[in-house]
């Protein structure tokens, strides 16, 4: 016997449960704890700033709480240098106009609103104000045209550091083969894109603090699967990216002492002195493993910017780790 199958009847899915997104608390949390894990702090800046202050409306009005750090981390995300973030139609009211394919961040609000509810002891009635979150779509300045030049103008003048990097430190920097960005005002290491990612030379005080900061970051890069292969997680557990910090700065220090860049540079990571500390109390070898991973990663970096390394024989290396 068939079947007769009425199609009206079959209840599809409900719409939301397929383009189910995520909530603008969502995106920003999710966002800054990427960051978090991967080692950027959205709130530290370690070098002088170069646009400085805090993000800016249309209006002139700063943003504060949340999305005051969150611009602030998109603009460095997107490499923008104006400080103001406006509405589409804000822009076009002001006689500008947001570039084909640029794409916009959000910006949150609270919404209040009355809502009635019934006691369930006395059945009265009374009304309860309410806040939900609501967010809106913002761009950059630096996203739009026709703009007056206000809006483009950095409000800290900001110029290159006079002094010269050491010879051998310039041939250093002009070699190194690792991909680097110059934007935004954070230094870090991706290890997904094997990228890194460094402040306009312009944004520090000398530009042997700007190498210095980078030769740190080219020790991240050496860990990357396809050069040194660099993982601590089985030995050191929830300390390995502590651990993982640990060894960057001592390849800078070593990268320092051989082609005469400062080694006082990264003195904003005093937050990881108690996940070494902790580590080298339960393992007296940790202090050699992290040393012999440095000079195994300053010694990649010499020999791949084609200059002379001072590193100890791989096999004394294999074997203090």
Known sequence: MLTRVCLTSIRRPILAQITDKPSPADIITNTIIDKLESGVRPWVKPWRPGVGGRPLRATGDPYKGINCFWLWLCAEG??????????????????GQVREGERS?????????SKTVESVVTGDTTDEMRRVLRSYAVFNCDQIDGLSPDFYTSPVSIVPPADALPERAQRFLDALPATVHMRGDRAFYDCTADTITMPP???????????????????????????????????????????????AEMTSALLGADLGLPTSHMDDHAAYIGSWLKVLRKDSRAIMTAAAKAEAAAGYLLRAAGLDASAEPEEQIREAA
Request: neutral net charge; contains cysteine; proline residues 1%.
């Open 78 to 95: 997107a490499g923008y240098n104006s400080r103001t973030w406006m509405t589409y139609k804000q822009a076009q009211a002001l006689g």
């Open 105 to 113: 961040q959000i910006a949150i609000f609270y919404k209040s609103y």
């Open 201 to 247: 030379v312009e944004l520090f005080s000398t530009r042997a603090y700007h190498a210095a900061t980078l030769a740190h970051e080219a020790g991240h890069w050496t860990g990357h699967p396809d050069r040194l292969d660099r993982t601590f997680g089985k030995r050191f557990g929830d300390d390995a990216y502590a651990f993982e910090e640990l060894c």
